[in-house]
């Protein structure tokens, strides 16, 4: 049971180049989340799905899309990646009213 | 929406004393508080959770109160050791039930 998965971990992006980060979880949870977390900051939500077929927007949403590809999948795509996107990006995962559970990060430069 | 503020920010405390951290919440519809503690590098994993129609719950040294009325909950840690040195999230689910809000973050240090 992987639980939350995330691809890639590590990512090192020129500006301007665009990039999807892969999100799977194999729990059968119907909401799916991505954050990005800066250095000594917390959680800020991107993006959110609530259930297949469905995204809303975040606190942070510009310059990211989404894709909730079917219900294990939520990839989160930089169309034009930028310095001020270089951060940590989880991916999360819950179900009703359970806790959400997180992927192990993926940690993005851009220069 | 909901709004969660979490105090203190930072908190340093001796291997074997008590941590306190807060977390206040705006929408009083919110019916679940869980906590999360992140180690350095590594993902927000949960500790401990609460919902609204419990006032209290403990978890050997941890611990959770919730205040409905002041719309506020505390994570305690007692007999505190270096081991729970991380960031501590509080967060308090949304009206829509869909949507998790986070607290800032209080990074604990315990000092040996």
């Known amino acids: 049971n992987a639980g939350v998965t995330q691809t890639p971990k590590f990512q090192v992006l020129k500006t301007g180049q665009s990039m999807t980060l892969q999100c799977a979880q194999d729990m059968n949870h119907n909401s799916m989340y991505w954050y990005r977390q800066d250095p000594g900051m917390g959680l800020r939500l991107i993006y959110y799905s609530a259930s297949e077929g469905t995204t809303d927007k975040g606190e942070v949403p510009n310059g990211y899309n989404v894709s909730r590809l079917n219900k294990r999948e939520f990839s989160l795509r930089l169309e034009s990646a930028a310095p001020s996107q270089t951060s940590v990006y989880f991916c999360g995962s819950s179900y009703s009213n359970q806790p959400q559970h997180f992927g192990d990060g993926t940690r993005l430069s851009i220069l | 929406g909901e709004n969660v503020e979490q105090h203190p920010s930072t908190l340093s405390v001796q291997e074997g004393d008590s941590a306190v951290i807060k977390c206040t919440y705006s929408?009083?519809?919110?019916?679940?508080f869980p906590w999360y503690k992140q180690e350095l590098g590594k993902r927000p994993q949960l500790i401990i959770d609460i919902r609204s129609n419990v006032g209290e719950k403990k978890d050997q040294r941890i611990a959770v109160t919730l205040n409905k009325t002041a719309k506020h909950f505390s994570l305690h840690i007692t007999e505190t050791q270096p081991e729970d040195s991380a960031v501590y999230f509080c967060?308090?689910?949304?009206?829509?039930?869909?949507?998790?809000?986070f607290g800032s973050g209080t990074k604990l240090n315990v000092k040996p």
């Open positions: 967060a308090a689910r949304g009206y829509n039930f869909n949507k998790f809000y």
């Open positions: 929408d009083s519809a919110s019916n679940y």
